[in-house]
């Protein structure tokens, strides 16, 4: 008698997610000027000149702002890269990563 030769396969489940995403949030001082949160807006941010002239508007009235919602290495890769701008430049600076959703 031959030996009898099974095809079965065990199918390991995988779960997959999105990665946990995190807010960057940029705050009012008295010290940092408006077009140096414009320029930090433009070139860290990649946002318009208009659009980055309303969130420093937005951040002036309401002492803070999301700037953006990016994965945790972006988002700290944007702050870390701002915030040297604003030392340099003398600037107290301050921004935030917080997960999103909080």
Not at 19 to 38: A, H
Not at 75 to 85: E, F, I, L, W
């Amino acid at each position: 008698m031959g030996k009898q030769q099974s095809s079965y396969k065990t199918k390991e489940r995988i779960d997959l997610h999105e990665p946990r995403r995190f807010k960057v949030t940029i705050y009012n001082d008295d010290f940092t000027t408006m077009e140096f949160v414009v320029k930090v807006l433009t070139t860290v941010f990649f946002k318009s000149t208009a659009e980055a002239e309303a969130l420093m508007l937005k951040v002036h009235h309401r002492r803070s702002a999301v700037v953006g919602v990016y994965s945790y290495d972006i988002a700290q890769s944007k702050v870390q890269k701002a915030t040297r701008m604003a030392r340099n430049e003398g600037f107290p600076l301050r921004l935030t990563i917080t997960p999103e959703g909080n």
